[in-house]
């Protein structure tokens, strides 16, 4: 079955620890996207990449950072810079990116919980 | 500033009743619009999409209007079932390559 894997689905950090969330896809979607999602609020755009080897920030990139080395493959780590990194993080893909982005795919999402 | 407002109070119908939930924007010239389902720790799924020249799009028992002068659109669930409580997303294009999401409306429908 095609989809978007994400992994961890639950992962604890301490603070000043750098951690990284994994997304998936085998779809063979060209764009691909993180949001975050904090309780009760809509989706923010972290990053997202519409070629391998390219990404843009998004509305709130501060304190993240985000690699695309293969078509799969979007992975997301969430740096000590990162002030408030408790959140349900998202990744998406979808067919291609510009302007019109067409319906994007989830996965199930990785919660984030700083201690 | 750019504003997508959806109705963050939860909707509560009775089961068979039609349930509308409202998406409205500012200062945003969208393209389309989309809706999505999402279910508590989980994440959006995909419902129907609307281009900014059409009024009305149907799926099963799912109806999209869009009114590009009113800047809103409606999301209609006919015959609504428990089984269709869900918080629903709106989201739509910003002229960049990305979407914009409001922040959902929770959906409850009592059997």
């Known amino acids: 079955d095609g989809g978007i894997t994400q992994s961890p689905k639950y992962l604890f950090r301490k603070e000043g620890q750098n951690v990284t969330l994994s997304c998936e896809q085998n779809?063979?979607?060209?764009?691909m996207y993180w949001y975050r999602q904090d309780p009760g609020q809509g989706l923010r755009l972290i990053y997202y990449?519409?070629?391998?080897?390219?990404?843009q920030k998004g509305d709130i990139a501060e304190g993240y950072s985000v690699s695309r080395e293969k078509k799969e493959s979007f992975p997301l780590t969430v740096t000590s810079a990162q002030k408030n990194p408790t959140a349900f993080y998202l990744c998406?893909?979808?067919?291609?990116?510009?302007?019109?982005?067409?319906?994007?795919?989830f996965g199930e999402g990785s919660r984030l919980t700083v201690l | 500033s750019q504003k997508i407002e959806q109705n963050s109070e939860a909707l509560n119908i009775q089961e068979g009743k039609t349930a509308t939930l409202t998406c409205n924007y500012t200062?945003?010239?969208?393209?389309?619009l989309q809706w999505y389902r999402q279910d508590p720790g989980r994440g959006p799924v995909f419902l129907l999409l609307?281009?900014?020249?059409?009024k009305e799009k149907r799926k099963e028992r799912l109806k999209v209007t869009f009114d590009t002068t009113l800047k809103q659109s409606l999301f209609h669930i006919t015959a609504s079932q428990p089984a269709d409580s869900a918080t629903y997303l709106c989201?739509?294009?910003?002229?960049?390559?990305?979407?914009?999401f409001g922040g959902g409306t929770r959906l409850m429908v009592k059997p």
């Open positions: 989201a739509l294009d910003n002229a960049g390559n990305m979407l914009t």
């Open positions: 998406a893909s979808s067919i291609a990116g510009g302007r019109f982005t067409g319906e994007l795919f």
């Open positions: 779809l063979n979607h060209d764009a």
């Open positions: 609307i281009r900014e020249n059409e």
């Open positions: 200062n945003y010239s969208p393209a389309y």
């Open positions: 990449s519409q070629i391998v080897n390219d990404f």
